[in-house]
């Protein structure tokens, strides 16, 4: 009898130690994991995303800035590496969903991209910021001035004698100069192409006539730059939106609650001044939580 007892007894031992560590496994936080480009604005979106989710949740959230481009984002999120990355329509229309139809709206791109994630790989996307990032030429505020340039239509005139600069492979991705230019039907005198950030400095330098730049670039405001109007809209919209995993939508769904308060609040002027800062050496997070703060999203 007396060892049935201690039998009994010790079996109810294990099970209260076992539901210890069960109880001690479950009150573990939670980590969810994002990723972006080292990019101004994308650099900036994730610490948003930061700080709402750990102000909002008891996740633990971590960031990871260093890939290289989008298609390694997506490829990432594939393989369960990350659970939200900001990123922009345009580049995922075309990269990921090979998009080759007529251009869209706005919203018709955000859709589009939305509905194809969703059906292809069970992914999903937070309401758009509001902002939208596209391909931009510019001229000095001085050469528009002078020759009154308001749209790319403009440039016919001029640009069988004056030099374009773009990013590597502008001059030969059909989404790029050779579609613009059928579109337009306007050729330029030559299309240089350089790393991104040497293209301000060679149209500040007057080494180039027109430079091809992201809408909500800083520099654009900086350097005294116009842009002019894509009257006959050959670039694809490039609205800034958070991409959510599989697992978040299914564990975690809160979370895409949270990143949709983001939805719509941030303008090309907005996201123009942010940028701004952190080319300037502003720590993101500071820039992240003052914006936040300034929209009612932080106390």
């Not at 633990?60 to 890939?67: A, I, K, P, S, Y």
């Not at 992914?123 to 758009?128: G, N, R």
């Not at 059928?182 to 080494?207: C, H, N, P």
């Amino acid at each position: 009898m007396r060892k049935k007892s201690f039998r009994m007894l010790a079996m109810i031992m294990v099970l209260v130690m076992l539901g210890v560590g069960f109880a001690g496994c479950s009150s573990e936080k939670e980590e969810l994991n994002l990723g972006g480009q080292n990019v101004n604005e994308i650099v900036i979106l994730i610490n948003m995303a930061k700080l709402l989710i750990e102000d909002q949740t008891d996740y633990e959230v971590t960031l990871n800035t260093e890939f290289n481009g989008s298609s390694v984002l997506h490829q990432a999120m594939e393989q369960g590496e990350i659970d939200v990355y900001p990123t922009w329509t345009g580049t995922q229309l075309t990269g990921i969903l090979r998009y080759e139809g007529e251009n869209m709206t706005q919203q018709d791109t955000y859709d589009y991209v939305k509905n194809g994630f969703e059906e292809e790989f069970n992914m999903t996307w937070s309401e758009p910021f509001g902002f939208n990032n596209t391909y931009a030429f510019v001229v000095k505020n001085e050469i528009a001035d002078q020759y009154d340039l308001e749209t790319c239509s403009d440039l016919a005139e001029y640009a069988p004698e004056w030099v374009l600069a773009g990013d590597e492979n502008f001059d030969t991705r059909q989404d790029a100069y050779p579609g613009w230019s059928e579109a337009y039907g306007i050729e330029f005198a030559d299309v240089l192409t350089m790393q991104y950030g040497l293209i301000y400095r060679a149209v500040d330098a007057d080494e180039v006539d027109v430079a091809v730049a992201y809408s909500t670039d800083s520099r654009i405001e900086s350097l005294g730059l116009t842009i002019l109007e894509d009257d006959k809209e050959f670039f694809p919209a490039y609205s800034g939106a958070y991409v959510i995993s599989e697992d978040v939508q299914e564990n975690y769904p809160e979370v895409i609650e949270i990143l949709n308060q983001l939805g719509g609040t941030i303008d090309n002027e907005q996201m123009v001044s942010l940028n701004y800062r952190y080319d300037n050496g502003e720590d993101p997070d500071i820039i992240a939580k003052d914006f936040l703060t300034e929209i009612g999203l932080l106390q």
